[in-house]
């Protein structure tokens, strides 16, 4: 089983959709999570910390679910500035080494 | 605040050929990391360290790839020799401290290996 699973995508949605991502990590040790955006050619940035007892951030939701090794990011009113590929980043067990997943890309339409 | 240095932007190389890069982290950043990132994947952690000392380095190719950072400053990756599946973006990130706090990337370098 790969350490971090997304779904690539990619996603095609209409300005002002809600999309949601999913993650999937396979350490149950793993301690810290967040999401990173990257844009095209550019390099990552931190979207946001995942808590446990989950967090909102303006348009975005992230949920944890410890139990089920399961994260997922939630976009509302879609613009199309977060055209953009969203990687899942759990920490490795034991360490606060980052396990990237392979990303999911969004493309917002006009 | 200035953000990570990388240079250069790009490279194009010969197979066999050696190779460095160059990263200046945040000022006052204690850790400096280094990733290798193959087109349609994430990261991959390649190195890091904690100052001057190294604090993982399980993920690199030592038998091509050192890395060093003698004054606990700037760092450099360096390749040798370089094969085809080098193609890559060697991203550095910093972070003021290790343990959880946020990794600020750079530009990254573009290396084609030909």
């Known amino acids: 089983r790969k350490e971090v699973e997304q779904d690539p995508g990619p996603f095609n949605v209409p300005e002002g959709a809600t999309v949601a991502f999913n993650c999937t990590y396979s350490n149950s040790a793993s301690q810290s999570f967040f999401w990173y955006r990257q844009d095209c050619r550019k390099e990552p940035k931190l979207l946001m910390s995942v808590y446990s007892s989950g967090n909102e951030d303006g348009r975005f939701t992230a949920q944890l679910n410890r139990a089920s090794q399961y994260i997922s990011l939630l976009i509302r009113d879609s613009k199309l500035s977060d055209s953009a590929t969203y990687l899942c980043v759990p920490t490795q067990g034991g360490s606060e080494k980052l396990v990237f997943g392979k990303g999911t890309k969004l493309t917002v339409n006009p | 605040e200035a953000g990570v240095a990388q240079s250069p932007r790009y490279k194009i190389i010969e197979k066999r050929q050696s190779v460095a890069f160059w990263c200046n982290p945040i000022?006052?950043?204690?850790?400096l990391y280094w990733y290798q990132q193959i087109l349609g994947q994430g990261p991959k952690l390649l190195i890091q360290?904690?100052?001057?000392?190294?604090?993982?380095d399980s993920q690199l190719p030592k038998d091509r790839f050192s890395a060093e950072r003698l004054k606990g400053v700037d760092s450099t990756l360096k390749i040798q020799p370089a094969k085809l599946e080098d193609s890559a973006v060697y991203l550095c990130a910093s972070s003021h401290w290790t343990g959880g706090y946020e990794q600020y990337f750079g530009p990254g370098t573009r290396l084609t290996v030909t």
């Open positions: 000022s006052g950043h204690a850790t």
């Open positions: 360290f904690q100052n001057n000392g190294v604090v993982d």
